[in-house]
């Protein structure tokens, strides 16, 4: 989009939100400006998200090899250089919006530059106690903490993508099935495009883990497209809203601000390995608990849908 049209239509910063509930405080206030400041320059300068995305990984793998010293001066340094890589993985959706640029290529790249900044940070982490004389274990404990980490994480976008999926229109394309994506990695060649069918194929097997870990959820939206083809009534849209409405709150902790918080807080002590442990323990008891509720709250729902 031209520089002089993003001037002229003088955007609101909530135009580039997904919706205002699935916001979390720090976001609103701190996140979002940012983002919305950037995204308004970096469409002046025509860049594209999936290049904001790619900036941001830059910034987080950096970050996270910053972690590997043994110096406050220097994991400070990656701490804002983290910041700086969040404020730009804000900026890339928040442009895409602005711009109009939303697509399921940039979707891909965003999610894997997210995965991609937390491998280094596990992996940097992981090496500075090995080069300290820590027992090889701390590999297990690091592999375990990154594999709770991916599956909270996955789990987290799912079920806030469902949510906008049902209660706003905004939401409806972003929330991909494996069988479409099947569908479009079979119509892709490998010698005529390797680089979109590789793209694919690493979201393909995101996806189908997002809907095996909530699979009454991913029944809720199959039959709701059946019934409603896309137009969900008011009704369930209601519904749905005030079951799933009080535990975003809860989802919110297993997104990235609450981990970035508690790893600057132990690095500041010099004690990141209980970062592993803050995965392991407290996020996968929440973890396993809002599954738990979710998929209840989608049984629920599905019961209501099922003809009398």
């Known amino acids: 989009m031209p520089a002089d049209v993003v001037h002229a239509a003088a955007p609101k910063i909530e135009s580039t939100f ?25 469409a002046r300068l025509r860049m594209t998200p999936a290049g904001v995305s790619l900036l941001a990984g830059i910034f987080g793998v950096v970050a996270g090899h910053l972690y590997f010293y043994r110096d406050l001066s220097v994991n400070v340094a ?8 969040n404020a730009l993985d804000n900026a ?30 596990y992996l940097h982490l992981t ?4 080069f300290e004389g820590s027992s ?14 991916a599956l909270q994480g996955a789990a987290a976008d799912y079920y806030r993508n469902t949510y906008l999926y049902f209660v706003t229109a905004r939401g409806r394309t972003d929330l991909d099935s494996s069988s479409e994506l099947r569908s479009d990695y079979g119509k892709l060649t490998w010698r005529q495009a390797p680089w979109h069918k590789l793209l694919l194929a690493l979201y393909l097997n995101f996806t189908r883990q997002q809907e095996m870990l909530a699979p009454r959820l991913k029944m809720l ?9 896309g137009e969900i009534p008011d009704s369930l849209r209601t519904r749905y809203r ?24 132990l690095l500041f002590i010099s004690q990141p390995v209980y ?21 209840k709250m989608a049984g629920s729902l599905l019961k209501r849908l099922e003809p009398a």
């Not at 997904?18 to 940012?34: L, M, Q, T």
């Not at 709701?224 to 083809?229: N, V």
Request: hydrophobic share 55%; proline share 3%; with cysteine.
């Open 18 to 42: 997904k919706a205002r509930e699935v916001e979390g405080i720090f976001d609103v206030y701190f996140y979002r400006p940012i983002g919305f400041w950037l995204a308004q320059v970096f």
């Open 78 to 85: 990656g701490m804002v250089l983290h910041v700086c890589a």
């Open 92 to 121: 890339d959706g928040q442009l895409a919006r602005l711009t109009h640029r939303q697509s399921r290529e940039g979707r891909i790249v965003d999610s894997i530059a997210d995965h991609l900044v937390f491998v280094s940070v």
């Open 127 to 130: 090496l500075r106690y090995l």
């Open 136 to 149: 090889p274990a701390i590999c297990l404990l690091a592999l375990a903490a990154g594999v709770s980490h």
């Open 221 to 229: 939206r199959d039959v709701g497209a059946q019934l409603f083809h």
């Open 242 to 265: 005030n079951l799933a409405r009080p535990m975003l709150k809860w989802w919110r902790l297993l997104m990235t601000n609450i981990r970035m918080l508690v790893l600057f807080a």
């Open 275 to 295: 970062y592993f442990w803050f995965e392991l323990i407290p996020l996968n008891l929440l973890f396993v608990y809002l599954v738990f509720r979710q998929e």
